[in-house]
């Protein structure tokens, strides 16, 4: 069973930065986008930044220009920086790649606290 492993998160202060690292834990084959969504206390999943096999990224407004997502595609690896961090970016991150086959895998989730 393949899994994919986040790291990264943590607290951190109002205006301060945190790197985001979503690897899997065997080669999967034909991801086509790989993504990162948040999900805090009361409120539904949503997506953050997802980055496409051709390089194509895509933002919620409330982080574009805040965070970035990058991938290597060699490494099954997506990254998120995310800076200038708020209190409202308060979640639990979770990666996500999905294949050409429409496979979905999630990572186990990260917690990443802004302090105000």
């Known amino acids: 069973q393949v899994q994919l492993v986040e790291s990264g998160g943590g607290l951190v202060e109002a205006g301060g930065s945190l790197r985001l690292s979503c690897t899997a834990s065997r080669y999967i084959f034909g991801i086509n986008v790989m993504g990162w969504y948040r999900q805090a206390p009361g409120k539904q999943r949503e997506l953050v930044a997802s980055?496409?096999?051709?390089?194509?990224?895509n933002y919620a407004d409330s982080v574009q220009g805040r965070f970035t997502v990058s991938r290597d595609n060699a490494k099954n690896t997506v990254y998120l920086q995310m800076n200038s961090l708020k209190p409202q970016d308060t979640a639990v991150y979770y990666c996500?790649?999905?294949?050409?086959?429409?496979?979905?895998?999630w990572g186990q989730g990260t917690q990443v606290t802004v302090s105000s």
């Open positions: 996500n790649f999905m294949t050409s086959s429409r496979t979905n895998y």
């Open positions: 980055i496409s096999s051709g390089g194509s990224t």
